[in-house]
């Protein structure tokens, strides 16, 4: 099993739908949880991290986080084709040799007019 | 301007030559990272740097090297080039072991 889970995509959505990605993690003692979007032959950015069960909304982004189902995920509201782009989700984990972030191998998203 | 700066954007290189890539970053943060991109793979660690003078391996540090003897810099040296090291290399920074992480603009590497 991997440590990060993603459906590689492509996933579809008309525009002004709600996108909905979805990361699993095999790490119950995971602490924080981050969502990059990776424009093609770019680098990561950074969208939304969130630490505590629950959802965290920042604009059109939200993302939920559900520890005991070990499952996170990025809703984007009000999707736009300048949202296509792959989505990569990464967790930290606290090991005994220090954090440990590992990258999901991401989610490709096509907003289309 | 604040922020992390690769170096050189593009390279190609032939198997068994040394190639070093460059990463400076101007905000000070303690952590360093790098990373290479590969289809199927996704990002996968190399080396990180907790601050200057302490290095330690990550995922796939297998024929690489780095050092960091100041904050700011923190190089990748291929020491003999293979085709499988044919990727994109990002390096990141971070304020601290477990926060957001902020990527350089990524050194596509070919090696032929």
């Known amino acids: 099993q991997k440590e990060v889970e993603q459906n590689s995509g492509p996933l579809s959505v008309p525009e002004g739908a709600i996108a909905s990605l979805n990361c699993t993690y095999s790490?119950?003692?995971?602490?924080?949880f981050f969502w990059y979007r990776q424009y093609s032959g770019k680098s990561p950015e950074l969208i939304m991290f969130?630490?505590?069960?629950g959802d965290k909304e920042d604009g059109r982004f939200t993302a939920q986080l559900n520890k005991a189902s070990q499952y996170v995920s990025l809703l984007i509201r009000d999707s736009q084709p300048s949202d296509s782009a792959t989505y990569l989700c990464a967790v930290n984990t606290l090991t005994g040799g220090g954090n440990k972030l590992t990258f999901g191998t991401g989610t490709q998203l096509k907003v289309e007019l | 301007d604040a922020g992390i700066t690769q170096s050189p954007r593009y390279k190609i290189t032939e198997t068994g030559r040394q190639v070093t890539l460059m990463c400076h970053q101007t905000w000070s943060h303690s952590y360093m990272f790098w990373y290479r991109q590969d289809l199927g793979h996704g990002l996968r660690l190399i080396y990180y740097s907790a601050a200057a003078d302490i290095t330690d391996k990550g995922e796939v540090p297998d024929g690489y090297v780095v050092s960091r003897s100041k904050t700011e810099n923190f190089p990748l040296t291929l020491e003999s080039a293979t085709r499988s090291q044919t990727s994109v290399y990002f390096c990141?920074?971070?304020?601290?072991?477990?926060?957001?992480?902020?990527f350089g603009n990524g050194t596509r590497l070919t090696v032929t």
């Open positions: 990141a920074s971070s304020e601290q072991g477990a926060s957001p992480l902020h």
């Open positions: 969130i630490y505590s069960n």
């Open positions: 790490d119950r003692g995971s602490q924080s």
